[in-house]
Each structure stands twice: as structure tokens, then as C-alpha cells.
């Protein structure tokens, strides 16, 4: 969204004024990606959106306190409870994924001390299982920063309603809220791949096309206010909390700001040209007033463009950065969520980019055999069901996730690691967390329900038996998680 935003509310003559510049900034892009040279290096990197809890491992409103003693690879988010790493770019051959791995434990580290100085503790978790409905509805859930009450105010004003949560599978939950609170609790990893914009659409329909199986073996977040729910309940969730449609404007067939899409591209354009098309501006900052440059060197800045296309939430998302000699484009991959282990996390990362890679290079890819419905039914599928769904592939038709990984998907990715010169010793190790995650059939979501049952099987949603299970569960989940052991070997023993 930008860093800098200088208002909570615009008028009339600045939407239309920040109405035209994207128009224009639109053309120029178009013009700069036809003209420029671009950078063309592969480098990848990530983001990383963690939970502040405190003694009792309830949600901690701290960031502020914890952001003061950390650097500036560590940023707030929406929520106050939660805070954000950044690991630099850093190209992914040889030890490149082992390097990955150091850097994000030894920032993880950081972020762990700085929240124990302050009086917090640290969860790696897609969603804080003992979040409350209560919570939520208080005051304390923001950040308060002009960007995210700007958020906040221009998604109310643009649905005019309040924000409803609902969510059914084994347990069904419902809630009103006054405020888009319910968005801080999708804590994500985001993963970075920069691309030549003549092989972006490549990347990004090969993104599009494994986001179900990413999904399924990596849910980490199946208890959603206690109950439970899609086994990555983050991904209805983030849709519900931030779409600025009515019910009448869904049945019109207008398209929601958290977007699978809905075709197979051609061209990075065809993003940002869809984002202006379909979608108003949220926050229509100007350029002087956000203090962003026009030119960065011989570079366009794009400010306009750039702050709409960060008010879109694809779940794989087209980057431009003009920093540096030369611009360059990334695709940022949104759909995984935190933790539970950094070796589950390189892992899932070393399996995301070696299938990219493979599926890219096939003569006859995916995409041109499996229907963006398809692709788009299976991410749902993933994840309401997790590492036991069912999805449909080209050539299998309706297959198991944990079946088409083992037997087919892990040995694309072998492939598509050595294309880009990984270390074999490296591919094999983060891979074989892979292979052990479907084998033992148990990722973040399935530990977390199980071991639920362990401690308060029988327990109703709401009750202070869930309530006391929810809260150990927690507990040991961030044991568990800093100890190092993958997630696949993880006990049920509770403490």
C-alpha cells in the first residue's frame, strides 16, 4: 500500500485527479516495458508477518514497543499485534535455499528478543488459534498508523455495510464487525521471484496453476475464533474482511479486491491493466503528498500505479520496483501462511520456485491443458481441505494433493532446482520435507486440530474447556515451532 499515506479520508477532486495520473501511468508503464532494459537476475526472497502473544497467549497489541528496538528490515502491519521481517534478495543457486534458512532464523532471532525486551512472546502461525470475536470488536486491534485507518475507512465507505465473517466446515462461525480487524489475523509468508517481463506470464501461470496444492500441504490455519474451520482459513477470511462488494454488486458479477483472477495471461500488462480497469482506488494519495519521486534515475516511479496495484490482493501478485540502474518485475506469491518451522518454510519455498521453474520450461505447460477454473476450484479445495484434499491435474484428473505430490509434482521440482543450479545436497534436503509432509499427512493444520482433540476433544466452541485447550495448543505449537523440527515429526504430546 505504500509507507507513506498522509490522510484517513480524500475528497472528490483528489480521487479524480489520482483517477487520471493512473490512467497515465498506465501508458507509461506499457511504453517502459516495450523500451527498458530489465533486470534479469532470478533472485528470490520473502516476507514474513509473525504474532505478538503475551503470557497467557492471548493477541498483544505491542508492535509499536517491539518495532522501536528493531532495524528497518522489520515493519508494522494492519494489525498491532503483529509484526513484519524482510529477507533481502539473494540468487538461489548453489547454498542458496541453506542460506535462505540462516538468514530467516537469525532475523527470526532478532524479532524474538526484541518482543521478549517488550513483554511479548512470538508465534509463527497462519492465524492465532485463541483470537476472540472480542477482540477484534475493541479498539486495540490497529495499528495506528494513516495508512491502515485510510484502509480501513475507504473499504467501509466503498461497501457502505458492515464486515461479515462466515465460515463453515465442521464448526460454523459468524460475525459482524464494524472495522476490516478480521484481515490482521491472516499472517503470511510472502514469497519473491523476480523475472524478465518477457517470462513473467510463464511464472505467474505456473504460480496460478500449483496455488492449490501450495495451499493444501502448507494450511496452518484451521482454528479461526476457536473453531473449526477451512484447514487455511486465512484464504476466505482475507477475501470476506476486505471486499468492498454488497450482496447486489456480487450477484452483478463484480470482482472482488482479493482475486484468484480469472484467465491465463500473456503479459505482466495484462495485471496492471486489469487492477485499472475493474478496480476504483482505494486510497488516492498523491505523489507530492506520499513524498515519492518521479523518476527514480531512469526509472519511472509510478507511484499511482503502484499504490492501486497494492490495494489489489492477488494471491499471486505482479511487483514492479523501479529501485536500482534498472527496473525490475517480480512475482510475489501470497498464498502460504507463517511458520509452523523456517525448515517448513525454505521448504515450501525451495518447492515453489523448482516447480515454477519446471512447469515454465515445459513446451507444452500446464496451463494450456488444465482450465483457469479448474486452477481456481482447486485453490479453493486446498484450502478448505488442506493436505486430504482432492484436486484435478492434466492427464489424472481428480487426485489426491499428497498423491500428485509424492508421485509426480516432487520430482518436477527436483527438476526445476537443478535448472537453476541448486545444490543437490540442498534440494534434497528441503524437498524431503515435502516428501515427509505427505507421507505422515500432517502439515500445521492437521497438528494443530489433533492435537486440539488430545486436550479438549469433545470441547464446544466458546466454552472455557476450548478456550484452555486452544491457549496449550499455542503453547506448544511455539515450543514446537522453535525447536526446529519439521512439522511432519512433530508429536501430539501437549504440555
Known amino acids: ?77 494492519i494489525g498491532a499485534y503483529n509484526v513484519e521481517m524482510n529477507h533481502p534478495p539473494l540468487g538461489i543457486e548453489g547454498d542458496g535455499l541453506a542460506r535462505l ?30 483470537m476472540t470475536s472480542q477482540f477484534l470488536d475493541s479498539d486495540e486491534w490497529m495499528t495506528q498508523e494513516n495508512r491502515y485507518a485510510g484502509l480501513n475507512n475507504s473499504i467501509l465507505e466503498s461497501r457502505g455495510e458492515l464486515v461479515k465473517i462466515d465460515l463453515r466446515r465442521d464448526e460454523k462461525y459468524t460475525h459482524y464487525f464494524e472495522t476490516i480487524a478480521p484481515e490482521s489475523t491472516c499472517t503470511s509468508m510472502q514469497l519473491h521471484l523476480q523475472v524478465a517481463p518477457n517470462r513473467f506470464a510463464d511464472a505467474w501461470n505456473a504460480s496460478q496453476a500449483i496455488a492449490g496444492v501450495q495451499v493444501a500441504l ?65 486510497l488516492p494519495e498523491g505523489r507530492m503528498a506520499a513524498g515519492a519521486p518521479f523518476m527514480n534515475g531512469d526509472n519511472p516511479g509510478l507511484h499511482y500505479l503502484t499504490l492501486h496495484n497494492g490495494t489489489i490482493w492477488r494471491w499471486n501478485r505482479a511487483i514492479y520496483d523501479p529501485a536500482g540502474e534498472l527496473s525490475h518485475i517480480r512475482v510475489e506469491n501470497r498464498l502460504l501462511p507463517a511458520g509452523p518451522t523456517v525448515k517448513d518454510i525454505v521448504a515450501d519455498a525451495a518447492f515453489y520456485y523448482g516447480l515454477v521453474k519446471a512447469l515454465g520450461d515445459q513446451t507444452r505447460p500446464v496451463w494450456s491443458r ?41 520430482e518436477l521440482a527436483h527438476k526445476g532446482l537443478r535448472t537453476l543450479d541448486v545444490d543437490e545436497a540442498c534440494a534434497d534436503e528441503y524437498l524431503g520435507v515435502i516428501e515427509g509432509r505427505v507421507r505422515a499427512r500432517q502439515n500445521g493444520a492437521t497438528w494443530q486440530l489433533a492435537a486440539l482433540e488430545r486436550v479438549a476433544g469433545g470441547s464446544k466452541a466458546l466454552t472455557t474447556e476450548r478456550a484452555d485447550g486452544l491457549a496449550r495448543v499455542l503453547r506448544q505449537y511455539m515450543k514446537n515451532s522453535q525447536a526446529g523440527a519439521p512439522v511432519h515429526t512433530w508429536t501430539l504430546e501437549v504440555e
Open 1 to 77: 500500500m505504500g509507507d507513506a499515506v498522509s490522510s484517513e479520508s480524500y475528497t472528490p477532486r483528489q480521487r479524480t485527479t489520482y483517477r487520471r495520473r493512473l490512467e497515465d501511468e498506465l501508458e507509461r508503464f506499457d511504453r517502459h516495458l516495450q523500451d527498458a532494459d530489465f533486470v534479469d537476475h532470478g533472485t528470490i526472497g520473502l516476507e514474513l508477518e509473525l504474532n505478538l502473544v503475551d503470557g497467557d497467549m492471548q493477541p498483544h497489541p505491542n508492535n509499536q514497543a517491539v518495532l522501536e528496538i528493531l532495524g528497518d528490515e522489520y515493519q508494522s502491519e
Open 101 to 130: 534458512a540462516e538468514g530467516v532464523e537469525k532475523r527470526l532471532a532478532t524479532v524474538r528478543d526484541a518482543a521478549e525486551q517488550a513483554g511479548s512472546q512470538l508465534a509463527m502461525i497462519g492465524t492465532l488459534p485463541t
Open 218 to 282: 502448507s494450511a496452518n490455519s484451521p482454528l479461526f475464533m476457536g473453531h473449526k474451520v477451512w484447514h487455511e482459513s486465512r484464504i476466505p477470511v482475507f477475501k470476506q474482511a476486505i471486499d468492498t462488494r454488497t450482496k447486489e454488486l456480487i450477484n452483478q458479477g463484480v470482482r472482488p479486491r482479493v482475486w484468484f483472477g480469472e484467465r491465463w495471461i500473456t503479459s505482466v500488462f495484462d495485471l496492471f491493466e486489469e487492477n485499472v480497469r475493474y478496480f476504483s482506488p482505494l
Open 370 to 410: 488444465l482450465s483457469f477454473e479448474a486452477a481456481n476450484n482447486n485453490f479453493l479445495t486446498g484450502a478448505r481441505d488442506g493436505i486430504e484434499a482432492e484436486v484435478e491435474w492434466p492427464t489424472l484428473g481428480t487426485v489426491a494433493v499428497a498423491e500428485l505430490v509424492e508421485k509426480h509434482l516432487l
